[in-house]
């Protein structure tokens, strides 16, 4: 996905809500409190990881299977990334086989899985970083442009020596009758942010949904707009957030396309033949339990530990099991990650205001040279 983080996509400087205390939250309706192990019980390595009783274990195993499935397809002993304590794939086979023999699992036999076949590897010294949200975009289009179905979505053009057209020669016409439209949707607000999201679903008139994925992109460079919001005094940094960036846009409709088209990028797309928002690797992401992460500091495929606050949830805070599973232009260090929240109006809410600070201890096969070293 060449999606970039919400909150930064729309000018922060660089720098479905649930409960988390019961291990619900974006994408789930999960309750802990019935099956809460006693502390007793819980492997010593898993001990110091805040929140990790109360968590449904069995809400990460899709997310985790996808790994897997990508194991298998890889060559024996490659590296799953950068950081050596990841393992190889010769390292997850076992994992993976194990995994095969918990299609339903219980909260607590998942959690048993993980202590069993994973130990805890932090992954800084107590350094903290930035964590935001992203969600599938939902659209409403037609196959044909009609009165109300202006708004053409590109597929990628072929390159040319003189390179591709920017956003605003795009919307004045630029690519018009060339055969590229893929469909058109009625609001141009909507079009914009299925490219800050890198992929969505269209709800079709003729009744049926369509997924679109990211194709390409025109060559500009990412210039977020929310910026513009700063310079003319209508927010601050810190206020500027997805729905806010998105109201102006509404009841500024003489400037929106004026203050779109400051961003010369433009992302082209591709119909998917399947529903769903897909990640690295074209791997299914799950609502609530898949992190965009940066692979030069963070192996995709492996679980992580979550534990942010300051998230827009009750209480503050997310702490559960996640997968790392995507990437992002502005998904970049040691301590960074971008949540995905699912699609549908409550997803993009909670991911458009996600602005939660903390950090991810990462779980590492136990068979790893580097893990046994450590723990010796």
């Given at each position: ?111 048993r899985f993980f202590e069993d076949h994973f130990v805890p590897v932090a992954l800084s010294e107590g350094q903290e970083g930035l964590f935001t949200g992203y969600y599938e975009v939902e659209l409403r289009g037609s196959w044909t442009r009609t009165e109300r179905y202006t708004v053409p979505i590109y597929k990628a053009p072929k ?218």
């Open positions: 996905m060449a999606r970039v983080s919400t909150l930064l996509a729309f000018g922060l400087l660089a720098g479905c809500a649930g409960d988390a205390a019961t291990g619900s939250g974006p994408g789930g309706n999960v309750t802990a409190a019935s099956w809460k192990p006693g502390l007793e019980k819980v492997s010593a390595d898993f001990r110091g990881l805040p929140g990790w009783i109360d968590d449904d274990h069995a809400q990460a195993l899709p997310a985790l299977q996808r790994t897997c499935r990508w194991v298998a397809a890889q060559p024996a002993g490659k590296p799953l990334g950068p950081n050596p304590a990841a393992g190889t794939t010769s390292d997850w086979r076992p994992i993976c086989e194990a995994l095969r023999g918990l299609p339903n699992a219980e909260p607590e036999t998942a959690r390159r040319t020596k003189r390179g591709l057209p920017s956003r605003a020669r795009i919307t004045d016409g630029a690519l018009k009758g060339k055969g590229l439209e893929i469909l058109w949707v009625d609001d141009p607000i909507d079009a914009f942010f299925l490219e800050i999201q890198g992929s969505g679903r269209v709800r079709m008139t003729d009744g049926s949904v369509v997924a679109l994925g990211y194709a390409g992109q025109n060559g500009h460079r990412y210039v977020p707009i929310g910026r513009h919001l700063i310079d003319i005094g209508y927010a601050t940094p810190e206020q500027v957030t997805m729905p806010l960036i998105r109201r102006w846009l509404t009841e500024h409709p003489a400037d929106a396309r004026r203050v779109m088209n400051m961003n010369p990028s433009y992302v082209f797309f591709q119909l998917r033949p399947d529903i769903g928002a897909r990640g690295a690797r074209n791997m299914e992401l799950t609502a609530g339990r898949s992190l965009a992460v940066d692979p030069g500091h963070i192996p995709l495929g492996v679980p992580l530990w979550l534990d942010v606050r300051e998230a827009p949830v009750p209480q503050g805070e997310i702490k559960r099991l996640v997968v790392a599973q995507d990437t992002g232009g502005a998904i970049k260090g040691p301590v960074r990650g971008d949540l995905f929240w699912g699609h549908g109006a409550e997803a993009a809410e909670g991911a458009g205001v996600m602005k939660a600070r903390g950090r991810y201890t990462m779980l590492a096969p136990r068979t790893t040279s580097f893990t046994l070293a450590q723990r010796r």
